[in-house]
T-cell receptor
Framework: DADVTQTPRNRITKTGKRIMLECSQTKGHDRMYWYRQDPGLGLRLIYYSFDVKDINKGEISDGYSVSRQAQAKFSLSLESAIPNQTALYFC????????????????FGPGTRLTVL | GESVGLHLPTLSVQEGDNSIINCAYSNSASDYFIWYKQESGKGPQFIIDIRSNMDKRQGQRVTVLLNKTVKHLSLQIAATQPGDSAVYFCAETSGGGADGLTFGKGTHLIIQP
């Protein structure tokens, strides 16, 4: 079973619609991240969270919002989708330190392909 | 602004040969670097990382080299196999990565039989 899951895997929607992308993890990690990936570009950070009471904006947060409902769940919302939000969206998790210290790899989910018409 | 970039967008090598993928970074505050592999339809998969207090780190068939003087990072893959075909991203961060990663644009590695 995958440690980081994302739903839906694919979604086609229309301009102006509200969309929510879900991420769940069974790794027990405190830190969760949302990235988007566009063709020819690397991943760019949208939002991240250190725990259920902590939300931080990333590089490209405009037009997005997030909710950390529990340690294991981190959802990304597009309140009013627009075509330039068509992209691949990835959720990632990482441990909060501990014996490994502050340097912790991020584990990525399989991605959600979102198309906004 | 600060950025992480790759020199070559596509690299084609013969199966069994060694490959080297390069990455330049410009944020002098970066202290942690990671290489990810992304296969078609999948999320990025961790390959190897290196901290700024090191200049070389080896894994299984992979080696990462860090040259802080010229802000350059490279990934060496030994004896390439068909399964190595993928897009490879370098990523960098400061402060241990808590605030997320900054990714390069990616290099598409093609392994020819």
């Amino acid at each position: 079973d995958a440690d980081v899951t994302q739903t839906p895997r694919n979604r086609i929607t229309k301009t102006g619609k509200r969309i929510m992308l879900e991420c769940s993890q069974t790794k027990g990690h405190d830190r969760m991240y949302w990235y988007r990936q566009d063709p020819g570009l690397g991943l760019r950070l949208i939002y991240y969270s250190f725990d259920v009471k902590d939300i931080n904006k990333g590089e490209i947060s405009d037009g997005y919002s997030v909710s950390r409902q529990a340690q294991a769940k981190f959802s990304l919302s597009l309140e009013s989708a627009i075509p330039n939000q068509t992209a691949l969206y990835f959720c990632a998790t990482s441990d909060g330190g501990g014996l490994a210290g502050p340097y912790n790899e991020q584990f990525f989910g399989p991605g959600t392909r979102l198309t906004v018409l | 602004g600060e950025s992480v970039g790759l020199h070559l967008p596509t690299l084609s090598v013969q199966e069994g040969d060694n490959s080297i993928i390069n990455c330049a970074y410009s944020n002098s505050a970066s202290d942690y670097f990671i290489w990810y592999k992304q296969e078609s339809g999948k999320g990025p998969q961790f390959i190897i990382d290196i901290r700024s207090n090191m200049d070389k780190r080896q894994g299984q068939r992979v080696t990462v080299l860090l040259n802080k003087t010229v802000k350059h990072l490279s990934l060496q893959i030994a004896a390439t196999q068909p399964g190595d075909s993928a897009v490879y991203f370098c990523a960098e961060t400061s402060g241990g990565g808590a605030d997320g990663l900054t990714f390069g644009k990616g290099t598409h590695l093609i392994i020819q039989p």
